[in-house]
Structure formats: structure tokens, C-alpha cells
């Protein structure tokens, strides 16, 4: 079964840094268009950056110029590297993606990313 699994979330302080991974279990998905999301308690679920397949990012604009998105395709895992974090970054982040000939979009469980201030 195809599944994707978020790791390296924790605790930092605000202004930190802390990269989390998505590794998939399938390369075709990992090369395709990937995303990140993110939901904070009582909200919703937003995007926060996207890798393209041919390796174009683009960023939340509240994320931009601290966070990069970036594949490894031999490792098959996406990274969310994010600097001078703040504490409303706090939340469970989600990697998202599809498979090239299909529409159902594929989500990790999460990983807690929570930033003190």
C-alpha cells in the first residue's frame, strides 16, 4: 500500500530551526507534486510549500524566505527545512501527494511541530 510518513517534528524555541522528512514508499509518488500542510488546534488545514516534479517550489506567504521544500529522490523523502520559527508555526504537519495516474491524494499521519515563545 502505497503511504507516505512524517518524522522529525518536536519541540524548539521560537526563532529556531527544525527540518521534518516525509518518506514515501513509493518513488512514483515522491517524484510527482508534493506538498506540505499544516493544522494548528481549532483550524484548518493549510498549504504551507509545494515541490513541483521537476523541482520548482513555491511557499505560503507567511513561510517565505524562512522555509524550503526539497526531494531527495534517492532517499525518497521530501524535507520541510524551516528557520526563525515563530510560535503560531505550531502545529501537526502533513505531507501530501499523488500517484501520476491518479487523483486520490495520499497524506501522512503528522507530525507535531510545536514552538515556544
Known amino acids: 500500500q502505497v503511504q507516505l510518513v512524517e518524522s522529525g517534528g518536536g519541540l524548539v524555541q521560537a526563532g529556531g530551526s527544525l527540518r521534518i522528512s516525509c518518506q514515501a514508499s513509493s518513488d512514483a509518488l515522491v517524484r510527482n507534486v508534493m506538498k506540505w500542510f499544516r493544522q494548528a488546534p481549532g483550524g484548518e488545514r493549510d498549504g504551507v510549500a509545494t515541490?513541483?516534479?521537476?523541482?520548482?517550489?513555491c511557499y505560503a506567504d507567511d513561510v517565505k524566505g524562512r522555509f524550503t521544500i526539497s526531494r531527495d529522490g534517492a532517499k525518497s523523502t521530501i524535507y520541510l527545512q524551516m528557520n526563525n520559527l515563530k510560535p503560531e508555526a505550531t502545529a501537526v504537519y502533513y505531507c501530501?501527494?499523488?500517484?501520476?495516474?491518479?487523483?486520490?491524494?495520499?497524506w501522512g499521519r503528522g507530525t507535531q511541530v510545536t514552538v515556544s515563545s
Open positions: 501530501n501527494g499523488r500517484l501520476p495516474w491518479n487523483t486520490r491524494d495520499i
Open positions: 515541490i513541483s516534479a521537476g523541482g520548482t517550489a
